[in-house]
């Protein structure tokens, strides 16, 4: 069946039917914003193996990221504690060991090179895990914006349409399972954001990207660009309505047709709609 919903180009992507599926990494990610003259957080570091990070010469606190994943998988900030160090995501004390254990599980025995990063302090304080936040843009214009509170227990996270306007209708809905609502905190310098998300998302020129960043109230620095959200198509920690989800998928549609690209066919609907 032919694509219609955002969520069914995501579907195409997964099997492998849409001619113009796109991949990029952390490291790309950066070469894209650097020719948009966005700030990212400065890299220390990088690594082209798990056995070749010198934990001794990383500064405190410090991020270490696998590029080849995506969301927070793969990602620790660490605290150094007691010889070892404190996690902030997963609020774990590890040793060097463990993360290095860890890191090499999640890389599956591939070669993944890995950065080392600086730890942002948000717009919500120090020792806190900054929110994040994911501009949705179709054809460069912002259309959804996610903001993630990973400091609770069980993930808040709140919604706002593409002029950081909260979300107060059943266009996007929360798990409760997995996240559940928090109270919407519109940044100081939401404006900022938005024009960083419009000249990410024209430096890459898709039909859609996410551009996934975090702010400081003054600055704003952009972490990755993700193609194919995980959130919306799975639908564990918020779904779309069908009409909002209809709706995102003819901005696609008009993306595509623009660019002269087929609209691919899918063969099953995906999971949040699977039932």
């Known amino acids: 069946m032919r694509s219609k919903y955002f969520t069914d180009f995501i579907q195409a992507h997964i099997e492998k039917s849409d001619k113009n599926r796109f991949f990029i990494d952390k490291i790309s990610t950066r070469t894209v914003l650097s020719s948009a003259e966005l700030l990212t957080p400065e890299q220390i570091a990088q690594f082209k193996s798990v056995e070749e990070i ?50 090499k599980r999640l890389s599956n025995g591939q070669k993944s090179p890995i950065i080392a990063e600086q730890l942002v302090v948000g717009e919500n304080g120090a020792l806190r895990i900054p929110f994040d936040y994911k501009i949705y843009t179709f054809n460069g214009k912002p259309e959804f914006v996610l903001q993630i509170d990973r400091n609770q227990k069980i993930d808040e996270i709140s ?50 990207i996410s551009v996934d960043m975090y702010t400081t109230g003054s600055k704003v620095y952009v972490g990755e660009l993700t193609p194919t959200p995980g959130g919306p198509y799975f639908g564990a920690i918020f779904r779309f309505s069908d009409d909002f989800d209809l709706y ?27 039932h």
Do not use: C, H
């Not at 160090?85 to 890191?103: A, H, N």
């Not at 995102?248 to 699977?274: D, F, N």
């Open 54 to 103: 010198e934990f001794n010469n990383l500064p405190d606190p410090v991020v270490l990221k696998l590029t080849n994943l995506s969301s927070k998988i793969g990602i620790y900030l660490l605290y150094r504690i007691n010889g070892g160090y404190f996690e902030q995501l997963s609020k774990r004390l590890m040793t060097k060991e463990d993360v290095i254990k860890d890191l």
């Open 248 to 274: 995102l998928g003819k901005l696609m549609i008009e993306g595509y047709q623009k660019r002269g690209w087929p609209i691919p066919e899918i063969e099953t609907p995906p999971p949040v709609r699977s």
């Open 159 to 208: 919604f706002f349409d593409g002029e950081f306007t909260p979300i107060k209708d059943s266009r996007a809905t929360t798990s409760e399972e997995f996240s559940k609502l928090g109270s919407a905190a519109i940044p100081k310098n939401y404006l900022e954001m938005l024009e960083a998300a419009k000249k990410a998302a024209n430096q890459i020129d898709r039909p859609f």
